[in-house]
């Protein structure tokens, strides 16, 4: 949502018209404040979002998906006139995935916000079409960008894995941050295990970025239990976040209890562009599995893991890669597994998001069956043997609980040791601050 300069209009993104699979779709219109009137801009059957008034009023940015719009999807910025007319798209960035901020002070580009492996950069792009411009490409980890009413200066936080994230402020002109907060200077010095972004090649020589938190105090002549955390999405992706953050994973805390954690980023991930971002379509467990497999052999011939202390954890799509990986191999002494999907079938009849999982595998399960039986961890379950703990929040619409319990009574009925725990109230992922921290002792 935004208001023209002169406070007469407000331009909004809304769904067009409400229905079963809709969450990927948006439109943009306007409304005349004073008469309440509503004007129809952006209507086509790509999703349009984020819009934002030029300073002189008379033209419109705004997000454009593909069209139709997708899950693993392909958006970029386009300029309309504000009264309405065809859009002009401008260039794509890089991860053909981005967030606009505001219009620069001259009018003539939009500063906008991208994620970059991990990291992240700040962007200029011409509204003439020309090349982007990199603003900004920092050492450490921006997010949360904001850009000033005269489109001079931007605020931001800034944090990086050893530095808690503080606010700044800079220039457009001239990227060069300044502290402007000091939310967390009284914070204990405690002692964090450093980290580093590794990369390795999969299987198929594909190259596979990760983040490596050694333990605190390592020696290189020593080899310590590793632990595979797996993100959700599956187009998330691990960054250069301070590790003693509040996490379900606590990596912070595992570095202290001389543990080495490995975050990768396997193919799907969000952040290394849009091809990378589509490689696990209609192949969850395939080669994203082997590019966390090759990730941990990596790091054992590299001789920091021990091959015989290996766990593995994950939440959300992070459950269901741990639920397949304990069906895989039994390399992993424990696993810890978050609001799993571990049956493709039921995951697609009882989710919120009912689009999700046909737009991955590229139709509905009854059109594909071997398929989603091959790709879901429940009917792989035969050759689970790894002690493994279910974490699950109650009120989840987005994985329901039903999938924690496949897979629960699943295992237990193959008599592998298993516990499950059940958090009340909690949607897919926990918020309340006393079920975070009861996750996090759980996961120690």
Known sequence: LDWSPDGSRVVYSHTPTPKLNDRTESDISSVDIETGEVSALATSNASEYAP??????????????????????????????????????????????????GWASTDKSILAFEFYKTSSRILSIPTNGKEIEILAEPDAFVSAVSLNRTGTRFGMVIADTDRPAEAHV??????????????????????????RVISWQ?????????????????????????????????????????????????VAAFAAEGYAVLRANPRGSGAYGIEFRALNKADWGGMDYT?????????????????????VMGWSYGGFMTAWIITQTNRFKAASIGAPVANLIGMNGTTDIPDFVPDYFGGEFWELEELYRARSPLFQISNAKTPSLIQHGQADRRVPISQGFELYRALKRLGVEVKMVIYPRSPHGPAEPRQVLRVMEGNM
Request: no cysteine.
């Open 52 to 101: 934002l008034y030029s300073r002189s009023g008379d033209r419109i940015a705004f997000v454009m998906t593909d069209d139709p719009p997708s899950w693993v999807q392909r958006s970029r910025l386009a300029v309309m006139p504000a009264k309405g007319g065809e859009p002009a798209l401008l260039a794509e960035n890089s991860n053909a995935d981005l967030t606009p901020m």
């Open 170 to 195: 800079s220039r457009v002109k001239r990227y060069k941050p300044v502290q402007v907060s000091s939310a967390n200077t009284d914070m204990p010095e405690l002692p964090l295990g450093r980290t």
């Open 202 to 250: 999969s299987t198929d020589g594909l190259e596979i970025e990760g983040l490596l938190t050694l333990p605190v105090d390592y020696r290189n002549d020593e080899k310590y239990p590793l632990l595979l955390i797996v993100h959700g999405g599956p187009a998330s992706h691990y960054t250069r976040g301070f590790i003693g953050a509040s996490s379900l994973y606590p």
């Open 291 to 311: 590019d966390l497999m090759a990730g941990v052999d990596h790091l054992v011939r590299e001789g920091i893991a021990d091959s015989e202390r290996l766990g």
